[in-house]
């Protein structure tokens, strides 16, 4: 059951994520403030996202055996 937590954690970790960055990507361009290279769902925006997921994946709870 700890594994199952530990990956919906961060799934749902990866997805707030992206959408998060895409939003603030998206927020930038509008507004002119970033580069026209700085695209949505970029590598940027996925690399970030799969940081804070496997940050999140490694901190939830671990089974450990007895």
């Known amino acids: 059951m700890?594994?199952?937590?530990?990956?919906l954690?961060?799934?749902?970790?990866?997805c707030l994520t992206l959408l998060l960055l895409n939003a603030a990507t998206r927020w930038l361009l509008q507004a002119h403030l970033g580069p026209q290279i700085l695209c949505e769902n970029s590598v940027l925006q996925y690399g970030g996202a799969l940081v804070l997921a496997r940050a999140a994946y490694r901190r939830a709870?671990?089974?450990h055996p007895v």
């Open 9 to 14: 954690l961060a799934a749902a970790a990866f």
């Open 2 to 7: 700890p594994e199952f937590v530990a990956t």
């Open 61 to 63: 709870p671990q089974r």
